[in-house]
């Protein structure tokens, strides 16, 4: 019988000897290198030094601890952080080719609101314009939403095109009934051209920290580009 399967033999025992472990270690001493969490849970042998003199192995393999630990989070965070960035390029990419169905500016604006929320995975999604015009006919309809003057600024920064925000309470004049459900928004600026009213975009989820001000925004930004050409497309007769 070869030495390796004895070796599993003797590490599938409920109790398994110390010579064996030692001889599985001699036979494979790449183990601890390509498992170095192990390195955590091992006890190093202590040495009377003497009083008033430090234990430096001891020192060194608690620090060394410590540089794992502190390497497997930020390892984690990044995977994290290029994973959601992953989800939210296709998730616009789905958004953008939706828009770029539409057949007319009512169902451009039906995209927005009914389609949205599902392509982002949030709650809500409102166009919103600032005007005290009448809107265009059948635009009411469709789900858009009208704010006062001014409102935009009061809700966003003129210099930020995106604004993440976590851990807040819905804005109702944006979300209407739905507004106390709307945890956390991402608030899109767009530009609809020198003679349109100005556009934003929210997008609202249920949870408090969907969007927060620590994500990146250029996705986003990028969507709400192309959002507001595909409306000064329609606003101008059309394609």
Known sequence: MSSSSDDAKALTTDIIAPDAVEAYLERNPAFLNDRPDLLRTLVPPEFDHGSGVVDMQMFMLDRFRDQLTKSKR?????????????????????????????????????????????????????LCIETDQPLPNGAAATGLIVLE??????????????????????????????????????????????????????????????????QSTDFLAFFAFVLQRCVRRWLNDGP
């Not at 409102?151 to 210099?159: K, Q």
């Not at 899109?188 to 249920?206: H, I, N, S, Y």
């Open 74 to 126: 930020r390892e984690q965070a990044l995977i994290d952080a290029v994973e959601a960035n992953a989800r939210v390029q296709r998730r616009v990419h789905r958004a953008i080719e939706a828009l770029l169905k539409v057949r007319s500016f009512e169902e451009l604006i039906r995209a927005v609101v009914d389609d949205l929320p599902e392509l982002f995975d949030v709650a809500a999604a409102s």
């Open 149 to 214: 003057p001014g409102s935009i600024d009061c809700l966003v920064e003129a210099d930020h095109a995106v604004v993440l925000r976590s851990d807040i309470a819905g804005e109702k004049a944006i979300f209407g009934k739905r507004a106390g459900k709307i945890r956390s928004t991402a608030q899109m600026q767009l530009d609809f051209g020198r003679k349109a009213p100005r556009g934003l975009l929210v997008l609202g989820a249920e949870e408090a920290d969907t969007f927060n001000d620590s």
